[in-house]
């Protein structure tokens, strides 16, 4: 299987400051087409898991472009350019090029 | 709008069954894939299985392979999770998934808990 390892696991923010997490393919995660199907997804306090990022740097309609997905290979990054009080949760890394799917542990962001 | 829901969670001993339902609406249900996703009380996603547009393949993850069945009722727009000989570590929020086109979940339902205990 495919271990997805992310870091920081907890990463504690200044509003308006950039966060950046890690996401790391035990791996290559690249499809024999050429696709990277790694996700991201937030998922808040009690709310089921939200998409953010898919195939590695396209962000979905609906999200703030502060938001930024980036990598290849084994190596990828979420980036929250400017964090907001709603950005608060755990944030998700997936990858969806073998089975069985796999997920980071997670990183929980938090505002200091 | 696409929306997903759960249904079937509840408490059951060790060992007994479980059926686990998801009826999906805003979306041509026969035209994609579905996942069911877990994730244990404090801790992270768990991916479990998945089941084609078609119901023709299916994946489980190793832990459950033998125990769970997915299937699906297209002219229902309902898949579903079939549970037997539950484990206390099957204890676990049951998500079902969207399979999207790019090769991502791209819609979640909220969930059902399911408690295995004696």
């Known amino acids: 299987d495919v271990v997805m390892t992310q870091s920081p696991l907890s990463l504690p923010v200044t509003l308006g400051q950039a966060a950046s997490i890690s996401c790391r393919s035990s791996k290559s995660v690249a499809h024999n087409n050429g696709d990277t199907n790694v996700n991201w997804f937030h998922q808040r306090p009690g709310q089921s898991p939200r998409r953010l990022i898919y195939?590695?740097?396209h962000r979905y309609s609906g999200v703030p472009d502060r938001f930024s997905g980036s990598g290849s290979g084994t190596d990828f990054t979420l980036k929250i350019s400017r964090v907001e009080a709603e950005d608060v949760g755990i944030y998700y890394c997936?990858?969806?090029?073998?089975?069985?799917?796999?997920f980071g542990q997670g990183t929980k962001v938090e505002i200091k | 709008q696409v929306q997903l829901v759960e249904s079937g969670g509840g408490v059951v001993q060790p060992g007994r069954s479980l059926r686990l339902s998801c009826v999906v609406s805003g979306f041509p249900f026969s035209t994609y894939g579905m996942h069911w996703v877990r994730q244990a009380p404090g801790k992270g996603l768990e991916w479990v299985a998945v089941?084609?547009?078609?119901?023709?393949?299916?994946y489980y993850v190793e832990s459950v392979k033998g125990r769970f069945t997915i299937s699906r009722d297209n002219s229902k727009d309902t898949v579903y999770l079939q549970m037997n000989s539950l484990r206390v570590e099957d204890t676990a929020v049951y998500y079902c998934a969207r399979w999207g086109f790019f090769g991502d979940i791209d819609y979640w339902g909220q969930g059902t808990l399911v408690t295995v205990s004696s």
């Open positions: 195939r590695v740097s």
């Open positions: 089941i084609w547009n078609d119901g023709s393949q299916r």
């Open positions: 997936m990858q969806g090029a073998g089975w069985p799917w796999t």
